[in-house]
């Protein structure tokens, strides 16, 4: 239901649940989101992450499994614009993984998948 309570959706028991194309949104980002990218994704060895912003004080960097248990814990301090952290994973067994970031100036999730 959208917010004028207006339905955009409907189930059909054969074949799920139908969505109207274009009537479905996403929540812009929070000021609290910090911008990334990760590369690879897929990953073999490393995970390198770039922050689109500085962040003064301590980034907690970790990849999190679907059972929700912490696989990658990491910290550092300060990181500039731009800057690139590698993530070692080598001995991360295959799957997909969530990369969370933690800090003052904000938080950040990214899916990644290793091989």
Not at 17 to 23: C, D
Request: aromatic fraction near 2%.
């Amino acid at each position: 239901t959208d917010d004028a309570g207006d339905h955009v959706c409907a189930r059909a028991p054969e074949r799920g649940v139908i969505v109207q194309p274009g009537l479905v949104g996403t929540k812009e980002p929070d000021a609290n989101t910090l911008a990334m990218q990760v590369q690879p994704n897929p990953a073999n060895d490393f995970l390198y992450i770039s922050l689109g912003q500085a962040v003064d004080g301590p980034l907690r960097i970790q990849l999190v499994g679907a059972d929700s248990r912490t696989v990658v814990s990491r910290q550092v301090n300060g990181v500039g614009n731009g800057q690139i952290l590698p993530l070692d994973v080598q001995e991360v067994p295959a799957g997909v993984y969530v990369l969370r970031l933690e800090s003052a100036a904000g938080n950040g999730v990214k899916k990644v998948v290793i091989r």
